[in-house]
């Protein structure tokens, strides 16, 4: 799309954008228009610097009319208050020749401040779940007349542990009302979250094309179950000289926490782990250790590796295969960085294998497949999500054995993904990364997300 003129959009709105220097809206802002407009639930995959947040924006905007209502008609939700505060500076500047009333509230500050502000009435509340939450609960946020419910970076936010507060909310909210999700990376979290809540949504996933693939050799391994992975890194891992410093990516904490145990008496003192349910200190220290070399090997989830900056990878390593191959894209893009040359190795299981196909398919490249090493163990034993299952069918019948666990059921659940919600299709779309201008957020805050 070549100009905002295309999207129809008001004079107001152009004229803002305009001031921004804007020349044309980003893929997810073209992509996002038309669905946003028809009041379709929207579910998009998209990280910060594709420009997600005037994405959402653009036909909340659009469609808000002026309105003299105390109440708010449109909720944003975001995981951070540093992320309310930049929300709510963007939006003021979209918002700039409009007359919408805009406030942002999260915690760790006076509550009444925020209680006497939204009785001279507002449009639009970004807020963190916990205190918009405890606004709603003592009656001075009123909910009934919300029509558009946004949860930003949604995947970070159930990572905090805010479901139960993000349930209590939509409880509260009208039945009939649109719900606009993004999420740079998918989870199983955020996935239940979305089949629990929304109806038939629209996918929209972008893929940024700023990933440097030209300087990251890929290759992957074919193997059989989580020990046989555990025994093809160690074998791996025993090369220093190659493997200088590997981030090692992992599906889930219980996963991160298993693979650390089963490496650690191996690699004492060169390995260390973080994950959501670490404490600050501990990823801190452990994150330390990783940057001043201290320790050779890091193991993470997908979302806490979101916001580390870390140099000089040599390796990352995909220990399981994501479902969705904007998270492979983010992961294997933390190394070969700065024009160095970077190295990704990914294991895939056979249940893991369509995921593959989804990675190569989006890459337009197939990964090369490396020979299982001889001297690698195969082992035998299973975690306890790889072992049969036993479905205990009837009282007065033998105990059945189901054969092949989660293999078909994940596969048909793959299909689903990409499938959901009655023929909707994810859209991919590749869009380059687009620079923050330095918001009143980042100031005060130092580096805002
Ligand atoms: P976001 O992904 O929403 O965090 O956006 C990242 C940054 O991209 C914003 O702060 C804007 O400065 C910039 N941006 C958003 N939309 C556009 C656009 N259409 N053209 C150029 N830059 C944009």
Not at 266 to 271: T, V
Not at 277 to 285: D, G
Not at 287 to 294: A, K, M, S
Request: hydrophobic content about 40%.
């Amino acid at each position: 799309m070549e100009s905002f003129e295309e999207l129809n959009i008001n004079r107001q709105l152009l004229n803002a954008i305009a001031d921004l220097g804007f020349e044309k809206p980003t893929p997810i802002q073209a992509e996002a228009f038309p669905v946003g407009m028809s009041g379709q639930n929207i579910v998009g995959i998209a990280q910060t610097g594709t420009g997600k947040t005037l994405a959402y924006m653009l036909p909340i905007l659009q469609q808000l009319k002026f309105s003299k209502d105390y109440k708010p008609r449109v909720i944003i939700l975001v995981p951070t208050r540093e992320l309310v505060v930049q929300v709510v500076d963007q939006i003021e500047l979209f918002a700039k020749y409009l007359s919408i009333r805009v406030l942002g509230v999260y915690g760790g500050v006076n509550i009444k401040t925020q209680m006497s502000a939204l009785t001279q009435g507002v449009d639009i509340v970004v807020g963190t779940p916990g205190r918009l939450y405890d606004l709603a609960a003592n009656r001075s946020l009123l909910l009934q007349e919300v029509k558009k419910l946004v949860i930003d970076e949604v995947d970070v936010m159930l990572d905090l542990g805010f479901r139960f507060q993000l349930n209590n909310i939509f409880e509260l909210l009208p039945v009939k009302r649109q719900n606009i999700m993004f999420s740079a990376t998918m989870t199983e979290d955020v996935e239940i979250l979305i089949n629990e809540n929304f109806i038939q949504p629209e996918f929209i996933a972008i893929a940024l094309s700023g990933t440097p693939l030209d300087n990251i050799h890929q290759s992957c391994y074919p193997v059989e179950n989580f020990y046989t992975k555990v025994n093809l890194l160690s074998h791996l891992l025993n090369d220093k000289e190659t493997y200088q410093k590997v981030l090692i990516f992992i599906d889930s904490k219980k996963n991160a926490d298993r693979l650390f145990e089963a490496l650690e008496e191996l690699l004492w003192g060169q390995i260390v782990v973080i994950h959501s349910n670490k404490s600050q200190n501990n990823r801190l220290a452990a994150i330390e250790r990783f940057n001043d070399n201290n320790a050779r090997i890091l193991i993470a989830t997908d979302v806490i590796a979101r916001g580390l900056d870390i140099d000089d990878i040599t390796h990352v390593i995909n220990f399981d295969t994501p479902k969705f191959p904007e998270n492979y894209m983010h992961r294997i893009g933390r190394t070969g960085r700065a024009e160095k040359m970077g190295h990704s190795i990914l294991f895939y299981t056979e249940k893991e294998e369509d995921w593959k196909k989804g990675i190569e398919k989006l890459m337009e490249y197939d990964i090369p497949t490396l020979p299982f090493p001889k001297e690698v163990k195969i082992s035998k034993e299973l975690t306890l999500d790889e072992q049969p299952r036993i479905i205990e069918k009837n009282p007065h019948k033998k105990r059945t054995h189901v054969a092949g666990p989660s293999f078909h059921e994940k596969k048909d659940k793959n299909k689903k993904d990409f499938n959901l919600g009655g023929g909707q299709k994810i859209k991919i779309k590749k869009a380059k990364k687009y620079k923050k201008p330095i918001t009143r957020g980042q100031k005060n805050k130092g580096k805002g997300k």
